[in-house]
Nanobody
Framework: QVQVVEFGGGLVQAGGSLRLACVAS????????MGWFRQAPGKEREFVAA???????????FYADSVKDRFTISRDNSKNTVYLQMNNLKPEDTALYSC????????????????????WGQGTKVTVSP
């Protein structure tokens, strides 16, 4: 059974940083891409970032335009964990952040519609004050 648990959210001032972590279980982590998403109050869930599985050319990263050059997604297969380093945070980054594994293994490309991901955890709340 696929399970993911997110950690690391909190309250931070604009310009600050946070590092989110997502610990996964129930599948062969290294063979699956992972994605981060967020949902602000009153809005739909949106794609934030994704990282491909850890094959020979794996570990490719993809970002929403709104977070490019500020956020970094990475993975540690020894810990079944994917991270989201968030720098220069803005009030508009305030949201519930959640992660999900890809539906299928060995995918090497992700678009920004997030269609490959459907198994989100409970999420971790990020609040950025002005």
């Amino acid at each position: 059974q696929v399970q993911v648990v997110e950690f690391g959210g909190g309250l931070v001032q604009a310009g600050g940083s946070l590092r989110l972590a997502c610990v996964a279980s129930g599948f062969t982590f290294k063979n699956y891409g992972m994605g981060w998403f967020r949902q602000a109050p009153g809005k739909e869930r949106e794609f934030v970032a994704a990282i491909t599985w850890s094959g020979e050319n794996g570990g490719r990263t993809f970002y929403a335009d709104s977070v490019k050059d500020r956020f970094t997604i990475s993975r540690d297969n020894s810990k079944n964990t994917v991270y989201l380093q968030m720098n220069n945070l803005k009030p508009e980054d305030t949201a519930l952040y959640s992660c999900s594994p890809d539906d299928v293994p060995y995918r090497d490309y992700y678009g920004t519609n997030g269609a490959a991901f459907r198994s989100w955890g409970q999420g971790t709340k990020v609040t950025v004050s002005p």
